[in-house]
């Protein structure tokens, strides 16, 4: 019973540490963005004065074709000259908006405006976002032998110990991953798309990679933008790409978390492996045989300093 | 030949709690057993394949539907926009067309900025006070990130990507700490569930069901419930609300509705908490699930084991009865079990046991010595 009180303590302490986090976050955004944003508001009225002192439109016209474009803009239709031939819908477009929301990332940019495109949006993406994590999850889950478990038990042939091979790869990996996934394709990026720095580059791969996709920045959405459709595939691609190396980065974390005790220290569950991979692999090996010849039924997930199972915590 | 946990009556009941991985997304996958490694890797990466086309195929025809649904509004809205525009540019002949264009780009970014031009620019509420803020680092923790907010400022973006490093896995230790407290509150409740169905349904039929059930009522909570408050709070129609909630919960998060815009903000906040539980639930549901497809497995397996364990048993007891080398220790060559078996009557002890070495159909006694020796080059 007092670990069952002790693992409620720690759950309140989380949620306690997270409003905190929240607050904090709120605080510094605030205080960054707010001069910038009274700033804007000045030069937009500034702006208005002079179109309306220069010319015979009175305000209440100028507001109402105001309030008209920025509706349809918010819906991806732009009444500037030269964006009259593309469309927001076409084939690779489409796809390319399927395909955020099946992976949640959502940009936002556009959306839907139709009724019936709502109501499709919503069955399909309760389909298709279980579903796509399911791809995703079945990949890694065999590109974690190549990747995670090969190159650990190379480490620990050349002589290190288990934990610290495990710490070694982790950092290798996070660094291969940084290099690849967002140091290039910010290069890319930021030179493909016109306006784009290479902070922003930085900034729209972490966002579109964590899912969170706050729509600020969005690839191909230039009106000129030349090989379009190539352009988007190859988004797509590799926001899918990017995504499994991020959940792959996570499960080798939560394995080495395992290993090293913080997940029992913290009554968190342990990384369990799903039901495809019934035969679980543990992350480095006892003995020096390559693991493919191992007979699997016989290997069991590494248990260093033979920790209680989290199943009989919980019984208690 | 059998693994060792199947031996152990024991890990069939540990693994029944369900348990939930730390990334907190559902697999629920059922790949055949193969005795052969290389055979298994294989099969494995023929489903992985099939799945990852079909996750293909279903991108490309959500894409025809969503163009056939949504081009033909958008083109009416472009139609619609210009003429507007030339109206405009009718209307006020000093105004010319380059001047206008200006205006509307500066519009349209000061918008993206948050700006809203129209109306009286000097009383709107920041976008960036306190509560909004709270709100907005709320929704990128979660990862939705509604977008309607964001970060201009080279500053603000570079602190953004390091609170979402360390928020994102904080907001995903609660998901896992509070999924898996409610797992025991659900586990319990489905159990106690079980006893009280009396008829002869199976184990995994109940739990199936069950689990259904909770689902169900969670969709109800979770989905239903907040469309209906959104609805009458922010006046959206019905489609609309539950867009909005579907959109939200599954950490899509578009965007072109935004609880709280107009004020209410303890309702958006709320909201953007709710998804937590949402997610954990879920979690905890599809883990519930495979737990139990898991151990259905196991059931079948040990099931299997059992028989095959008695029918070996009976078998041995054949075999001395028929004098078949009962004091010599080796091991019965398949041959010779066949053997046996088909001189008994017994078939009950292999109701479905199709295994190819323990009965192969057709052989007769006759050249039961002949075949054992193919049987045993085979098996090699």
């Known amino acids: 019973m007092h670990s069952v009180g002790k693992s409620w303590l720690l759950l309140t302490g989380f949620v306690v540490f997270y409003v905190i986090y929240l607050l904090f976050g709120a605080l510094v955004f605030s205080s960054i963005e707010r001069p910038v944003e009274e700033q804007l508001r000045r030069?937009?009225?500034?702006?208005?004065?002079?179109?309306?002192?220069?010319?015979?439109?009175?305000?209440?016209?100028?507001?109402?074709?105001?309030?008209?474009?920025?509706?349809?803009?918010?819906?991806?239709?732009?009444?500037?000259?030269?964006?009259?031939?593309?469309?927001?819908?076409?084939?690779?477009?489409?796809?390319?908006?399927?395909?955020t929301l099946v992976t949640t990332v959502g940009y936002g940019h556009p959306t839907p405006l139709s009724d019936a495109g709502k109501a499709f949006s919503i069955v399909y993406a309760l389909m298709g976002v279980p579903f796509t994590m399911l791809v995703l999850t079945a990949c890694v889950q065999r590109v974690m032998h190549p990747l995670v478990l090969a190159p650990v038990s190379l480490l620990q042939r050349s002589g290190l110990k288990p934990r610290p091979a495990t710490i070694v790869h982790f950092l290798l990996l996070v660094i291969v991953v940084v290099l690849c996934f967002?140091?290039?394709?910010?290069?890319?990026?930021?030179?493909?798309?016109?306006?784009?720095?290479?902070?922003?580059?930085?900034?729209?791969?972490?966002?579109?990679?964590?899912?969170?996709?706050?729509?600020?920045?969005?690839?191909?959405?230039?009106?000129?933008q030349p090989y379009r459709v190539l352009y988007q595939i190859a988004v797509m691609v590799y926001l899918f790409l990017g995504l499994m190396m991020m959940y792959l980065l996570l499960r080798t974390f939560h394995k080495m978390a395992d290993m090293h005790g913080l997940t029992t220290l913290l009554q968190l569950p342990r990384c369990e492996d799903s039901v495809l991979d019934d035969d679980t692999e543990p992350m480095v090996d006892n003995d020096p045989t390559p693991p493919r010849l191992k007979d699997k039924a016989a290997s069991k997930p590494l248990d260093p300093g033979s920790q209680p199972s989290y199943n009989s915590i919980n019984k208690g | 030949v059998a693994a060792p946990d199947l031996l152990d009556p024991k890990a069939a009941v540990h693994n029944s709690k369900p348990r939930l991985s730390f990334s907190a997304k559902p697999v629920v996958l059922n790949t055949p057993e193969d005795e052969c490694d290389t055979r298994t890797t294989v099969m494995r990466w023929k489903t992985v394949s099939a799945i990852f086309f079909l996750v293909v195929l279903y991108l490309i025809i959500g894409a025809t539907v969503f163009r056939a649904l949504e081009q033909p509004h958008e083109s009416s809205q472009k139609l619609a926009i210009l003429a507007e525009k030339l109206e405009f540019l009718a209307l006020h002949s000093c105004v010319n067309s380059t001047e206008l264009e200006d205006?509307?780009?500066?519009?349209?970014?000061?918008?993206?900025?948050?700006?809203?031009?129209?109306?009286?620019?000097?009383?709107?509420?920041?976008?960036?006070?306190?509560?909004?803020?709270?709100?907005?680092?709320?929704?990128?923790?979660?990862?939705?990130?509604?977008?309607?907010?964001?970060?201009?400022?080279?500053?603000?973006?570079?602190?953004?990507?390091?609170?979402?490093?360390?928020?994102?896995?904080?907001?995903?230790?609660?998901?896992?700490?509070?999924?898996?407290?409610?797992?025991?509150?659900?586990?319990?409740?489905?159990?106690?569930?079980?006893?009280?169905?009396?008829?002869?349904?199976?184990?995994?039929?109940?739990?199936?069901?069950?689990?259904?059930?909770?689902?169900?009522?969670?969709?109800?909570?979770?989905?239903?419930?907040?469309?209906?408050?959104?609805?009458?709070?922010?006046?959206?129609?019905?489609?609309?609300?539950?867009?909005?909630?579907?959109?939200?919960?599954?950490?899509?998060?578009?965007?072109?509705?935004?609880?709280?815009?107009?004020?209410?903000?303890?309702e958006g906040t709320m909201l953007v908490q709710g998804v937590g539980e949402f997610r954990a639930h879920a979690a905890e549901w599809t883990a519930n699930v495979s737990a139990e497809f898991k151990e259905t497995r196991r059931r079948l397996s040990v099931d299997i084991y059992d028989r095959f364990q008695r029918a070996a048993s009976i078998k041995r007891k054949l075999s001395s009865e028929l004098g078949i080398n009962a004091s010599m220790n080796q091991e019965m060559t398949p041959g010779k079990r066949t053997l046996s078996a088909n001189l008994c009557e017994d078939k009950d002890a292999y109701p479905s046991l199709t295994n190819g070495s323990l009965y192969l159909n057709g052989l007769s006694p006759d050249y039961a010595d002949r075949q054992e020796i193919a049987i045993i080059e085979n098996l090699k």
């Open chain 2, 103 to 266: 205006l509307v780009k500066q519009v349209v970014s000061a918008v993206r900025a948050g700006v809203n031009p129209s109306g009286n620019l000097s009383n709107q509420t920041s976008l960036w006070d306190l509560s909004s803020s709270f709100f907005f680092a709320g929704t990128v923790i979660t990862t939705i990130g509604f977008g309607n907010i964001s970060p201009h400022t080279e500053g603000g973006r570079i602190f953004c990507i390091l609170y979402a490093l360390l928020g994102i896995p904080l907001f995903g230790f609660l998901l896992a700490g509070v999924g898996d407290q409610l797992g025991t509150i659900f586990g319990k409740a489905i159990a106690k569930v079980e006893k009280m169905i009396k008829w002869k349904v199976s184990q995994t039929k109940i739990r199936v069901i069950s689990t259904l059930l909770f689902i169900l009522f969670g969709c109800l909570i979770f989905v239903a419930l907040p469309a209906v408050i959104f609805k009458h709070i922010e006046g959206w129609s019905t489609l609309e609300s539950i867009y909005f909630v579907v959109i939200t919960l599954t950490t899509i998060g578009f965007g072109d509705f935004v609880a709280g815009e107009k004020g209410h903000l303890t």
């Open chain 1, 182 to 224: 967002f140091v290039a394709p910010a290069a890319i990026f930021s030179g493909v798309e016109v306006s784009w720095t290479f902070l922003d580059g930085i900034y729209f791969c972490f966002i579109s990679l964590c899912t969170i996709g706050l729509g600020d920045f969005v690839p191909a959405a230039r009106p000129g």
């Open chain 1, 43 to 99: 030069d937009m009225e500034r702006l208005k004065e002079e179109f309306l002192n220069q010319s015979c439109v009175n305000a209440a016209s100028l507001e109402l074709f105001l309030n008209k474009v920025l509706a349809a803009n918010k819906y991806g239709v732009s009444v500037l000259r030269n964006s009259s031939g593309r469309s927001n819908w076409d084939l690779a477009s489409s796809m390319f908006f399927a395909n």
